[in-house]
Nanobody
């Protein structure tokens, strides 16, 4: 059974950094583009970043460009999100998921439990 497990969230002050990890199990990982999404309280889940299966192509929502970096290690079935210069508006539960080959902003499959990121001002 396919599982996604996110980790690495926590409480950090504005301007700080966190590195999120997502481990995928139950299916071959390396051929799927992967993405990170987030959901803030009272808001819909939104796309944050995605990476191609080779790792050579990445895309980000405008609000995190220059601050967040997505990467992956296919040997470890893992995808990461390095978040720098965090802002209070980055506070949300962060999720990873596989994404559509033709539209990286569209998630596929079931969601994992997510990891909470809280940025204090």
């Amino acid at each position: 059974q396919l599982q996604l497990v996110e980790s690495g969230g926590g409480l950090v002050q504005a301007g700080g950094s966190l590195r999120l990890s997502c481990v995928r199990s139950g299916r071959t990982f390396s051929s799927a583009p992967m993405g990170w999404f987030r959901q803030a309280p009272g808001k819909e889940r939104e796309f944050v970043a995605a990476i191609s299966w080779t790792g050579t192509s990445t895309t980000y929502v405008d609000s995190v460009k220059g601050r967040f970096t997505i990467s992956r290690d296919n040997a470890k079935n893992s995808v990461y999100l390095q978040m720098n210069s965090l802002k209070p508006e980055d506070t949300a539960v962060y999720y990873c998921n596989s994404v559509h080959y033709s539209d990286y902003s569209k998630p596929l499959g079931s969601w994992g439990p997510g990891t909470q990121v809280t940025v204090s001002s």
